[in-house]
């Protein structure tokens, strides 16, 4: 079964410090990795996936995060952290095309000027 | 990036009533789409994959009969809750794979349907 793991409910940085969600995942086959972000009574929008080739994938609005296999993690992260990236982040995978995302269970990202 | 829409975006309703919520894909077709359910300060969790031209896939727990899924077109998949009661107030959201280039498909989610039952 597919899983996802994102360790920390809150995540708390001071503006124009780096920032890192965490994610780990659990899948049988080649992960299809995602991360959105979802702001108050929103749906989600979608920031980076990996699927093949490069680890280090950059994203929308300056996020980047790194997939390692050896680690299973996919760890979403930004050099400098903006008052607006405060929000709900959410780390999914899936192992197939087309196929349902399975979702962490999300982290608040909050960022302090 | 591809666009997905979901109408109404709050509903309140009466407890026994029902509600129909539609996700349309407004530059895209879609064969799959899938509706999801988050409760407050909660992650997603998937209700169905709804598939055009056949009936909807539910995931284990989930009630056909009082969530009724139509895929009426490549475009426009709805969700009804019927004879909703106040445990179904909820954020539903559905969406939808798009592929584009050959590093697989991106889901894009539409912005949501509160609902309240009253």
């Known amino acids: 079964a597919q899983s996802v793991a994102q360790p920390e409910d809150q995540v708390n940085v001071a503006e124009g410090n780096p920032l890192t969600v965490k994610c780990t995942y659990s899948?049988?086959?080649?992960?299809?990795l995602f991360w959105y972000v979802q702001y108050p009574n929103r749906g989600l929008q979608f920031l980076l996936k990996?699927?093949?080739?490069?680890?280090l994938v950059k994203g929308s609005y300056g996020f980047e995060a790194e997939f390692n296999k050896s680690q299973t993690s996919f760890h979403l992260k930004k050099p400098s952290a903006l008052v607006s990236d405060s929000a709900l982040y959410f780390c999914?995978?899936?192992?197939?095309?087309?196929?349902?995302?399975?979702f962490g269970k999300g982290t608040t990202l909050s960022v302090s000027s | 990036g591809a666009v997905v829409s979901q109408h109404p975006s709050r509903v309140i309703c009466k407890s026994g009533t029902s509600v129909k919520i539609e996700c349309r894909s407004l530059?895209?077709?879609?064969?799959?789409m899938f509706w999801y359910r988050q409760f407050p300060k909660q992650s997603l969790m998937l209700m169905a994959t709804?598939?055009?031209?056949?009936?909807?896939?539910?995931e284990q727990g989930v009630e056909k009969d009082k969530f009724l899924i139509n895929h009426a077109s490549l475009t426009l998949s709805t969700l009804t809750v019927t004879s909703a009661h106040p445990e179904d107030s909820s954020f539903y959201i559905c969406?939808?794979?798009?592929?584009?280039?050959?590093?697989?498909?991106?889901?894009?989610f539409g912005p949501g349907t509160r609902l309240t039952v009253l």
């Open positions: 969406s939808a794979p798009h592929l584009a280039g050959v590093k697989g498909d991106t889901q894009y």
């Open positions: 899948v049988s086959g080649n992960p299809y």
């Open positions: 990996y699927i093949t080739g490069d680890n």
């Open positions: 999914a995978v899936r192992d197939q095309a087309g196929t349902a995302l399975i």
């Open positions: 530059d895209f077709q879609a064969t799959t």
């Open positions: 709804s598939n055009e031209g056949s009936k909807a896939t539910y």
